[in-house]
């Protein structure tokens, strides 16, 4: 395949580049540059500016099975959009191009800002929405969409238009919400926000956008496509997300704004889902997790950071005044569930009633995450420490199987640990595995790690590709946790600050 490039020295073109480097090799790759720079051998570089008819000349005899034009002004500032002169040169660059190149294919990169802002409630944005485009900047990418589409005709090639969200990441240096937000953060200066905070607002991690790019590269669609997540987050929400993940010392100022109404910008993204398969690889909070470089860390609750041991044995000695039984002592009883004994295993060891065994167990599963018996556990030793060694180079997620989630966060508040977590997940009825990867993608988890004190969280590690640490001073004892086979074995909780080396 002949590849041509433009706009490679701009927030969207460096990172398509440098994955067609990575992964593409047996591609015919011509990058036009404004200035020459070091690149692989094989690929070429067409130095000079798009205005350029005369290099036009040069590649007559090329004939591009597809050509990708990224190249374009974006406005940093709103004193930029108000230059006539450089809105105007989006639809002029494009004329040329596309009048003067030969392709096959064009795939041109716009923007989901031509479609303005819907006068009417609208909860999602389709490809066949009217544009109504506000910004001089939208009004010369919608000209210059409707100029590929004219000049495809006249000269027979196949246009594929994407319209992007705005996009994310390191290295984006247009003066936007998270860009802005994300310096404020790490200065700890005050996050500004114009009105209120509660617009809502679509974006797009820019790995998950250029991933959209290389599928219509190489599957090839007629037809406008919205690249976005599909989903919105209000300003307000966006700003704390930012502020916690950098653990910022920063503040939300809210600037009034006069005659401001709350607007909703969310595209719609099926079509890129059907026609490229597109699976967003990032959620908005790991893509900011990227942009702070820190990696999630999974660890589990009971048994792991906290002792329910006391917890546990009051619950069987109150059960056997209902069931009238005798109480397996408080050692013994312990030295059973570590061992691995199912608690329906242990009160076969009592003089229970068989008939009264099922209803043992089901008020037992009641009783068990009742106030009055969870103000009896308590941090293990260690715990605090490794919760703060942990989340200087973490983001550190809880998830439990716990069903009563306001209980559980009660919990947490009554031990003083809350500040620690960047995400608390409370399974309920479905498994850890099933809530990890509903809340997460999978670069968000895949070869991370997982700190646990059974079976049930080496399981989970495994069958999600992460790597594990089991603690044996836990719910499970060390004989039965080196059977589960986990990466790593901690004595005492304590010791798995070494493993982590934090």
């Not at 927030?11 to 580049?17: A, Q, R, S």
């Not at 591009?64 to 940093?76: M, Q």
């Not at 919105?232 to 950098?246: D, M, P, Q, S, Y």
């Not at 990227?290 to 906290?306: Q, S």
């Amino acid at each position: 395949m002949k590849l041509l490039v433009t706009g490679t020295n701009g927030f969207v073109g460096k990172i398509l580049v440098s994955k067609l480097l990575g992964q593409y090799k047996d591609i015919d790759l011509f990058l036009w540059v404004r200035k020459q720079s070091n690149v692989p051998a094989g690929v070429k570089q067409i130095v000079g500016d798009l205005y350029d008819e005369k290099l036009y000349k040069s590649l007559s005899d090329e004939k591009f099975d597809v050509v990708v034009h990224c190249a374009g002004f974006v406005p940093k500032c709103r004193e930029d959009d108000n230059l006539k002169s450089n809105i105007e040169g989006n639809l002029h660059m494009t004329s040329i191009l596309l009048r003067n190149i030969n392709a096959k294919k064009v795939v041109f990169i716009s923007t989901c800002e031509v479609y303005g802002l819907p006068t009417e409630e609208i909860s999602i944005i389709t490809e066949g929405y009217l544009p109504k485009p506000i910004s001089n900047y939208a009004k010369s990418k919608l000209l210059a969409e409707e100029e590929c589409e004219r000049i495809s005709k006249l000269r027979n090639f196949d246009l594929c238009i994407l319209r992007l969200t705005t996009l994310y990441g390191n290295g984006d240096g247009i003066n936007r919400a998270i860009p802005n937000f994300v310096s404020s953060a790490l200065e700890g200066r005050e996050i500004n926000i114009f009105g209120n905070g509660e617009d809502i607002r679509d974006y797009l991690y820019i790995e998950d956008a250029v991933d959209v790019i290389v599928s219509a590269i190489f599957n090839f669609r007629v037809g406008m496509f919205n690249v976005s997540s599909g989903q919105g987050i209000a300003i307000k929400k966006l700003a704390e997300t930012v502020i916690k993940v950098f653990k910022s010392s920063s503040y939300i100022k809210f600037l009034e704004l006069e005659n401001k109404n709350n607007s909703s910008l969310v595209f719609d993204n099926k079509k890129i889902k059907k026609c490229f398969g597109f699976k967003q690889k990032y959620s908005l909070l790991g893509g900011i997790q990227k942009m702070a470089g820190k990696p999630n860390i999974y660890i589990d609750f009971d048994g792991t950071l906290v002792d329910v041991s006391d917890r546990w044995y009051q619950l069987h000695l109150d059960l056997s005044k209902i069931y009238n039984f005798k109480p397996i002592n408080k050692e013994q009883y312990l030295l059973l569930k570590r061992s691995g004994e199912s608690e329906s295993t242990i009160i076969l060891k009592t003089n229970i009633p068989k008939n009264s065994i099922n209803d043992y167990l089901e008020e037992r599963t009641k009783r068990i995450e009742l106030k009055k018996y969870l103000k009896q556990d308590t941090l293990k030793y260690g715990s605090l420490d490794l919760l703060k060694k942990m989340s200087e180079k973490f983001n550190i997620v809880l998830v439990t199987k716990r069903k009563d989630k306001k209980a559980c966060l009660d919990e947490i508040k009554r031990l003083e640990i809350e500040e620690y977590f960047f995400k608390i997940l409370i399974s309920g009825s479905f498994s850890k595995e099933q809530i990890i990867i509903d809340e997460y993608r999978e670069d968000e988890y895949k070869g991370f790690w997982m700190v646990g004190d059974t079976n049930d969280d080496c399981d989970v590690a495994r069958k999600l590709e992460m790597k594990s640490i089991l603690v044996c001073d836990g719910v499970r004892d060390k004989i039965f946790l080196e059977k589960c086979n986990p990466d790593f074995l901690a004595d005492k909780l304590i010791n798995v600050k070494k493993i982590l080396n934090v």
